[in-house]
């Protein structure tokens, strides 16, 4: 993503805050530190200002040991939004635009990840529904990636290679829609 908008001619620096296992806000009781909700703010502080604010999260919400369904889901990441925008950032930086990206839904977990998603492909169903209703009441942006690609090919669940680049490429689009709209208040 960070390629594609500086070859449009975009000053970014993507910032990746990523975490394998992470759930929307739920506990892993095997990995330690996997709830999203959890440091958030303090995440949000130390990298502000930011210009955008972009949350991929939910596929690890449907792992079998969770009872997870899509609205559960979409109320995690209806949290995260809420822990962003009661970040402590410093008086007079702009909060940052929020683009909510719903992520490629599970299909027939298979191999290491079978046992670990079993059921989430039928958990899942309804997400993208589900996350697009909590961007638009909550006023960010939405994203579906499951309109540039599917889970991953291997595993049903991850991306594959080419998938991460086919998604980054199309995210770009809709960041640079949002970086070109009104000023957030800093330069980017």
């Given at each position: ?5 500086v ?8 910032i ?9 806000v ?22 502000s ?32 939004v ?15 635009p ?10 027939e977990?298979?191999g ?18 589900a ?11 939405f994203?579906?990636?499951n ?9 049903g ?14 995210i ?6 949002i970086?070109s709209g009104?000023?957030p208040?800093?330069?980017?």
């Open positions: 993503m960070e390629d594609a908008l070859s449009r001619g975009l000053n970014v620096r993507v990746e805050d990523c975490l394998n296992g992470r759930r929307t739920w506990d892993d009781p095997f990995k330690p530190g996997r709830n999203g909700r959890l440091g958030l703010e303090q995440r949000i502080e130390i990298h200002p930011l210009a955008l604010v972009i949350l991929m999260l939910g596929t690890n919400d449907f792992q079998s040991i969770h009872g997870n369904n899509a609205w559960l889901s979409a109320q995690g990441i209806a949290s995260l809420e822990g962003i925008r009661k970040a402590p950032i410093e008086p007079g930086m702009p909060m940052p929020i683009l909510i990206v719903a992520p490629p839904l599970l299909h977990p298979r290491a990840m079978a046992q670990k998603f079993a059921g989430g492909d039928g958990k899942c169903a309804g997400l993208v529904d996350y697009r209703q909590v961007a638009e009441s909550l006023n960010c942006g994203f579906d990636a309109t540039v690609t599917t889970s991953s090919r291997v595993d669940v991850h991306l594959d290679e080419d998938q991460h680049s086919a998604l980054g490429v199309a770009a689009d809709a960041v640079q829609v970086l009104p000023s208040g800093i330069s980017v």
